[in-house]
């Protein structure tokens, strides 16, 4: 019987098969393009050049998905490296289309050729068209000669060293050897998942669900250093000439195409617009940050110095590194009473999920049914797959997949994955969305479920609220597709809907004790967690400018030269307020600005000033309001990228947005 599939992705193919798969690919695309440049001049349409060039984009987009996700998920080293491989080829391949004078020559041509036509475009069909050239000439198809031919190979050689940055992450395999007695303070549930060493010990990776456990609550000092040592020169060696190599190269590339440096050349089509701009937003946080910070600092270090005395051991005077986490646990549980050891028994992974999508569904009206194993096609045996439904008219929207647990080879973070996105077929009829979250939530063992701390199931939130935006999206055109917004605000309507997370009647529906489901977390708790939320926020946020600075600290540097581990250390001492250790480079595994996030990290920040703003409405007229709900899902998820998302922000608000709910949400409303 022949296989089954439920949409167009598929994720068995072979390592060969994704090869000739890439090869096909590209080769139908090309013959697309070529056909329509072929297009004479007089005969040109706004459906045969235009519409054609965006079905030709949505076309590649939906087929590359099976082609390169599998290097982010697959248990065969064979398939991921195929994957990679791919990636690399449609990655170049996208560069050269990108690049390609007769396309842009085409596209000039019908706006030439229907000038009348091209003026009268409205919505979706002039945004595309805007769009497309201004694509073309931040690609470099107005420069001339040698210097277009630079942005292209400087474009297609970024792309080659950012695939191999990432891949480096996701393929590393570090563990640290350790002994029981240097565990001391872990909790016994984190031994049984960990494989053992020939004396007895236990190798600890870098994963998440490894690594934190260790920094959060081991009370050997040397143990947690050693640890944090470890993370922060993971890939240390190969990546640093890699991320100092691009940065020199997207320096270049800013400069050929008549920018100042590669900041100004990706701010230009972001809400922020300027440099200036960005540099004022996270100095003048800084500056509102800096003295609550040091005040958790002092508080931090405090705690730091009674365990010294107590130990009988010297106190140093400073927060280091490898001490905030640790000493953030023990303020939480010694002053607010937030023991996230015994709260994480009242999220067992089913329960807090099937909460969390209860509560999306009734948000924004919708229905989620899980398909049976029979009717699936997935990459694991771990993933689930949903389809999703409009509550009210009973339309199908698309699927949504799970995969929630750490293995090797596995994308190491957590993150959303648009695998098929929706748009408007030649018949009018539309392919529907498909996306996959993927986490790395602890698994169960044989006497406890997957237990989430209440930081995953924030994170559990924050990544569904971007499936939601995939899902919940109409767009004509693949271009503006559910997340396909201003990078800058991308993170706000996932980031709105965390928020969640700390309401009352919420919290109550996401737990269940693990061994008494009835129980859900008691209101005490509930109240002390809530009462919580703003511990160390200062110093936390802190932490998150300094990522942002750093950012554009390398991405504004004179000719693009950086001592990228230099840079780091200095941001982390005068941002973040802890000192990196001697001999480590932690920008060698800060793979967001390798990827869509280069002169970008401000935008979680900034993006959380319209979040936070947008939870207004909600806090003051009900979370769980319906009305609102639909509100929210028809003026900011529905239009995707193809409206401005300040325009969207102020049609949902009915005002003007500000950031009074933002600073009172980072701890700096006082200053």
């Known amino acids: 019987m022949a296989k089954v599939y439920p949409n167009r992705l598929r994720f068995d193919f072979s390592a060969e098969e994704i090869k000739t798969k890439t090869a096909e690919a590209i080769a139908s695309s090309k013959k697309t393009l070529d056909d329509i440049a072929a297009i004479p001049t007089e005969q040109r349409t706004f459906e045969n050049t235009i519409r054609a060039l965006a079905l030709e984009e949505s076309e590649l987009a939906t087929l590359s998905s099976s082609l390169y996700f599998p290097s982010y998920v697959s248990s065969s080293k064979d398939v991921r490296d195929a994957a990679n491989e791919a990636t690399q080829a449609l990655e170049a391949y996208d560069v050269e289309k990108d690049t390609r004078e007769d396309l842009y020559q085409a596209v000039l041509g019908f706006k030439q050729r229907n000038p009348e036509q091209a003026a009268a475009l409205q919505g979706e069909d002039k945004r595309f068209l805007d769009k497309v050239l201004l694509d073309f000439e931040r690609n470099g198809l107005a420069l001339v000669g040698d210097k277009k031919q630079r942005v292209k190979e400087i474009k297609q050689r970024i792309s080659e060293l950012c695939i191999k940055f990432n891949q480096n992450l996701t393929e590393d395999v570090t563990k640290v050897a350790l ?304 997340t396909r917004v201003e990078r800058d605000f991308v993170e706000a309507p996932s980031q709105m809907l965390e928020n969640w997370c700390y309401d009352s009647a919420v919290l109550k529906r996401l737990s269940g004790h693990y061994q008494d489901a009835s129980k859900s977390l008691p209101e005490e708790l509930r109240q002390k967690l809530l009462a919580a939320k703003l511990v160390n926020e200062a110093l936390k946020n802190r932490r998150q400018l300094h990522f942002g600075t750093f950012d554009m600290l390398v991405h504004t540097a004179p000719d693009g030269v950086v001592n990228s581990a230099e840079l780091w250390q200095q941001c982390m001492k005068d941002i973040a307020l802890t000192e990196s250790q001697p001999g480590t480079n932690g920008a060698a595994t800060f793979g967001h600005i390798m990827g869509g996030y280069s002169a970008g990290y401000y935008g979680y920040l900034w993006s959380k000033v319209y979040s936070s703003d947008m939870f207004v409405r909600f806090k003051n007229e009900g979370v769980l309001n319906k009305t609102l709900g639909k509100r929210y899902r028809e003026k900011i998820l529905l239009p995707g990228g193809s409206r401005d998302a300040m325009d969207m922000i102020t049609d949902f608000l009915e005002r003007a947005p500000n950031q009074d709910a933002f600073l009172e949400e980072i701890g700096a409303a006082e200053q």
């Open 179 to 482: 002994t029981k007695e240097e565990l001391a303070g872990v909790p016994e549930d984190f031994f049984e998942n960990l494989p053992k060493t020939d004396d007895g010990g236990y190798y600890v990776s870098l994963k998440y669900p490894e690594l934190f456990p260790v920094l959060e609550r081991c009370s050997v000092e040397a143990t947690r250093k050693k640890m944090e040592f470890a993370n922060s020169t993971k890939c240390m060696t190969v990546n640093t000439p890699i991320l100092e190599e691009v940065v020199k190269l997207r320096d270049e590339e800013a400069k050929l195409l008549g920018y100042e440096n590669h900041a100004a050349y990706i701010l230009a089509i972001r809400m922020a617009k300027t440099t200036d701009t960005v540099r004022a937003f996270l100095k003048d946080l800084t500056a509102k940050l800096e003295k609550p910070a040091l005040r958790d600092v002092a508080r931090l270090k405090e705690l730091k110095k009674k365990e010294a005395e107590r130990l009988g051991v010297p106190f140093d005077n400073k927060l280091n590194i490898w001490d905030w986490r640790y000493y953030d646990t023990i303020l939480l549980e010694a002053e607010y009473q937030v023991n996230h050891e015994l709260i994480k028994e009242y999220f067992p992974l089913e329960r807090a999920l099937g909460g969390m999508l209860d509560v999306y569904q009734e948000v924004l009206g919708l229905v989620f049914k899980q398909m049976p194993t029979e009717q699936i096609h997935v990459w694991h045996p771990d993933v689930t797959m949903f389809e999703v439904f409009d509550a009210e008219s009973n339309e199908f929207l698309g699927h949504f997949y799970l995969d929630l647990h750490p293995r090797d080879g596995k994308y190491g973070h957590a993150a959303k994955f648009d695998l098929q996105k929706s748009f408007l077929l030649p018949d009018g009829s539309r392919q529907l969305q498909a996306a996959a979250i993927v986490a790395n939530f602890t698994k169960p063992t044989p006497t406890r479920p997957s237990l989430l701390k209440f930081n995953e199931v924030e994170t559990l939130f924050h990544e569904f609220g971007h499936a939601m935006h995939e899902l919940c999206a109409r767009t004509k055109y693949l271009r503006f597709g559910g």
